[in-house]
Nanobody
Framework: QVQLVESGGGLVQAGRSLRLSCAAS????????MGWYRQAPGKQRELVAQ???????DYVDSVKGRFTVSMDNAKNTVYLQMNSLKPEDTAVYYC????????????????WGQGTLVTVSS
């Protein structure tokens, strides 16, 4: 199994920055992609940013130019640097990973972290 542990959420004023981290551990064979989703109260969970094969990154339009996703492949850790935060960025942020395990290296599975709350005050 694969476990994802997030850290870095909290309360911050609008315009400030936060950095989220998510470390994957367990019987990892490979990781194809890691990223971040978020879910605000009363809204559906949405993809915020992801990095594929540790190289290509995608962002939702609302965070382009403000957020940066990066990955330390050696540590199986993904980061989300969030700058110029806005109140509308307030949400629970979930780490997500697509990968395979040692026990079944040809079966791609999806894993989720427990979520970390980001609150941006105006």
């Amino acid at each position: 199994q694969v476990q994802l542990v997030e850290s870095g959420g909290g309360l911050v004023q609008a315009g400030r920055s936060l950095r989220l981290s998510c470390a994957a551990s367990g019987s990892i064979f490979s990781i194809n992609a890691m990223g971040w989703y978020r879910q605000a109260p009363g809204k559906q969970r949405e993809l915020v940013a992801q990095i594929i094969k540790g190289v290509r990154s995608d962002y939702v339009d609302s965070v382009k130019g403000r957020f940066t996703v990066s990955m330390d492949n050696a540590k199986n850790t993904v980061y989300l640097q969030m700058n110029s935060l806005k109140p509308e960025d307030t949400a629970v942020y979930y780490c997500n990973a697509h990968g395979t395990t040692i026990s079944d290296p040809y079966r791609l599975e999806t894993y989720w972290g427990q979520g970390t709350l980001v609150t941006v005050s105006s």
